[in-house]
C-alpha cells in the first residue's frame, strides 16, 4: 500500500493512501475528538466535533470526510477548535437530556450513587442505564468545564416503548446516524430506518413514523449495539449496564448455529450481541433479544430430582445418573430416546451410541416442535416403551403417565416431570463455559456422555442426524423458531407475541379492581405524578410529616410514600410518586378511575411542631420527591405563624413541579437547578450553606445525596432535621428492614421517623443500605410491552 | 390512512436508479396530490430502496405532502409584505370560516389552507394565491367572494 507522510499537531506521521486526516491521526494513536466516525461504517460528517485546521484549506473541515494527502499540516487542538467543538456540543446538549454535565456537584454524587439510578424515563447521566458505555458523555466530560449555556428541551412525546424489545428516547438522540447506517449496512442497503423530516423536527423514524414492529424493521438491534447514547436501548438488559467481558459463542436456538457474543456481568448472560456489522453476522430476534431472556427465564430448574417411594426428592447428579443407568439397563428393547435436533453434536452422538446399544428408538424432535413425532406419540399411547429419555418439553403429562420409567431432561419445570422417575436439571452447553450454572445444573451433552461412559460406549464415530429444513428468521421475522427444547418461546418470552408467535400463557391482567380509588392522576414532570385516592380514614387521621405505604395491585412491592395533602371532608389523600422501579411504574401507570389494592396509613411519626413558635424562621428544603414532601410540613408551620422560606432543587428546569402549591404555604421561595436552568445554580445545601444561620430550623427531604450534601452544614441552625426514605417493609417497626444509624444509635424509619436529626444519620450507611436489592430490583423491572395490566391485543 | 382502492403506478420512464426516485415522487405528487404510503412502497419495490429511506427523502422536502389535499388550495402569503399589511387577520379569517388550521384540508376536501413565506407579489401585498391564480390587495370581503365561489 502507498504510503503518504503528513504532519499532525507537529508530530511526523506515516499513513496509508486514501485515509482520512481522522483515520490517519487515529492510527498514529493521535486523539481527535468525534461521535458519529465508525470504524465499520464510511464518513458520514454529522457531528462537525473531529475538525481540524489544515495549512492551505479554507476554514475548519471535518477530518473524518478530509482525505490525508501528502505534506499535510494538521492542528487539531488549537483554541478556536476548541471552541467551536464546545460550542457544537453545546447545540448538541441542547436537545440532549444535559443537566449533570453541568452540575457542580457530579463528581461528589457519582462517588455516592456509583451506578445510575433506575427511572421511569432518563432525564439526566444519573438515570441514563447508558451511562457507564455513553460516547457522547465521555467526549463531553473531555470537552466541557460545566458552561452549557443553552436549556435542554424535553419533550415527553419523544419517548417511545410501544415496540418490542426495543425503548426510545429520541431526547438522548444525537442525531449522529450511526444507527441509520449501521442498519443500512446490516441490511445490504435496505434499512428499516432513517433521518426523517429536517430542522428541528429531525428524528430516526421508520416509514411513516409507526411502530418498528409494523413491517420493515427485523429488531436484529445492531442499532442498539452501536447506539453511542442512551437513545435506542434493549429493554430487558439495559439497566444490568455494562459487561465486564464477551464470550464467543454459538446461538443454540435453532438449526442456523449464528456466531454470537455473549455479554457477561458477574458471571451472568446479560445479552447477545452480533459479531460484526457485516450483513452475515446479522442475528435474528430471538437470538438477539429472546436468547438470554430465555436462559435468565423464570422457572429453571435448580437441581435434579428422584422418585423415591412414589415422592420427588431432591437428588444429587451422580444418585440421578445411576438412576438413570439402571433404568436403561433394565428396560432395553423398550426404550424411547428423544431430544431436539439442535442439541449439542455430542449430545445427539452419545444419545445414538445408547439407542443403538439398548435398541431404543431415538428421535431427534424438529428444532421448533411442541411434541413428538406423530409415530412416537402413538407409540407411547400403546404403551410399547417401559422407559424413555425425553430432553424438552415434549410429551404431556397424561402422555407420560403410558411410561413406567420415565426420564426427564429440562431448563425449567415441565408437567410431564411429576410422573417422572428421574428429572434432570438442564444447564444451557453456554452455562458450561462462561454463566454460572448452579451444582445441580447440567448440560443435555455432560449427561449423555457420562450415560454413554458408564456403558462404555465409543460415540465419537456416530453420524449426526439429518436438521429439519428451515427459513431464516434473519431475513423473515415470521420465520423465529417458534419453541426451544419444546418450550414456546412466546412464553418466555412475552414480547414475541408482539411477532404472532404462539403462546399460551396468557398476561396476567394484574391491575386491582377493588381497593382504593384513584380519583385524580397526573404526570407533574418526567417520572413524576401525582394521584389522589379515595381514603376517608387515612384522611381523617393524617398528620403533617406521615406516611403511607402503597401497593398498585396485590403483587407489587410495598412501598411508603408521604402523605403531601389531605382532605377529611371529601375524604381523599395525594401523594406524589416518582417512578423507579417496577412498583412505582405500576403506581405511576394509575389513572383516575383505577383502583389501588392497597393503602396502609397514617404511618410513621408526625412531624413535631412543638418547638415552634410564631414569628420563628425555618427553611424548609426539597428536591425530587422532597419537593412535595415539604409541603404539608410548610404549610401548618405557616399556619402557626412561623416564617417560612422554602428552597426546592431539581436537577433542571423540566424537573421542577408543584410550584404554586409551595408559593402558597411560603413566605419566601427559592428555586435552585443544578444545572442553572432556572433560579440559581446549585442545590438546596447552597442556600443552607449561606443563608443558614438567618434560621430557626432547617428540614431536608430529597434523595440521599441531597440530604447528605446538605447535613454538612446541619449545625448552622439549632434544629435540623432530616425525612429519611430507607427500603421499607411492614411500617410498623417489626421487619427492621429500614433500620437507620444516627450517632450510634439505631433507629428504625417507619415508626420512629420519618424525621431525624440531620446531623447525626450516618447517609454511607443508608446509601448502601437502600442499594441492598439492586439486582433483583432489575428483574423486576417491567420489561415486556403491557406489562402492567394491559394485555397484549 | 386507509388505501381502499389500490392504483398501480408505472414508473417505467425511470430507470431504477436512487438519482430518479425525486422525479418519481413528484410524479405521484401531481396526478394523486400527495404521496400515500401505497405510492411509497410501490417505489420501494421499483427502486429496491426501503420505504423508511423514501419517507426520509420525501419528508425532507417541503413540496412533498403525506395526505390528500383539497380540491381548491387556498396559499397565503405570510412574507414580509404581505404581512405587514395584515395578511395575519386573512388567514385568521379564512382559519375560521373554513373551521380548520393552516396546513390542514376541510374534511368534505374542498379546501386545503397553506401559509407561504413569499409569493413574489410583494407590490399587491396582502396577497393570496387560489389554486394557480394569484389574487392583491385582498380585503375580508373580498376573500368572503373568493370562498362563495369554490365548489
Redesign the interface.
Known sequence: MEKIHLTIDGVQIEANKGDTVLQAARNAGLFIPSLCAHKELSPYGACRLCVVEIDNVRGTPTSCTTPAADGMVVRTNTDQLNTQRRRTLELMMSGHTSACFNCDSREDCEAVKPTPAKAGVSTRCGTCSNRSDCSLRKVSLGNFTRDIGLPPIYDPSKVEREDPFIDRDHNLCILCGICVRTC?KV?NG?????????GAKARV?????KEWNF??CLFCGACIDECPTGCLTDRWSRWFGKEDGVVESVCPLCPEKCKINLRMKNGRLIGVEKTSLNPDAQLCALGRFGYAQILNAQGRMPRPYAMKDGEMIPSDFGEALARAAEIFEANAGKILIALPETAADSAKKAASALAKKFGADLEFAKFDATSLSENSVKNIENKKYAAAFVAGDYITEGLAQNIANFISFDFFRNKAQRSAQVVFAGAFEDELKTVKKLEGQVALSTLLEALAQKFSLDFGGENLPQISAFKSAKTDKSAVAHAFFGHLVADMVPDFKAFGLPFTRDCEDKKAKSGYEVLEAKTLAPNFHSIKIKAPDMAKYAKPGQFAILMANEKSERSPFTIIDWNEKEGWVQFVLEEVGRSSAELGMLKKGDFLAAASGPLGTPFDFSPFKAGQKALLMGGCYGIAAVYPVARKLKELGVKTTIAIEASTAFMLFFESELKTVADEFIVMTRDGTKGSKGGCSNVYEARGAEFDAAVAVGCVFMMMQCSRHASKTPISLCSLNPIMVDGTGMCGACRVSLGGDTKFACVDGPFFDLGKVDFNELAKRRTAYSLLEIDAMPRHLHSNGGCHK | MNNTQSKKYDFSAYEPKREYLVAALQDVQDSEGYISEDAVKQLSEYFGISRSDIYSVVSFYAQFKFKKPGRHIIKVCKGTACHVRGSGSLLAALEERLGIKEGETTPDGLVSLERVACLGACALAPAIVVNEKVYGRVTLAQLQKILEGLK
Open positions: 443500512e441490511h435496505k434499512g428499516a430506518i432513517a433521518i426523517a423530516n429536517r423514524s421508520s416509514a411513516f413514523g413491517e420493515e
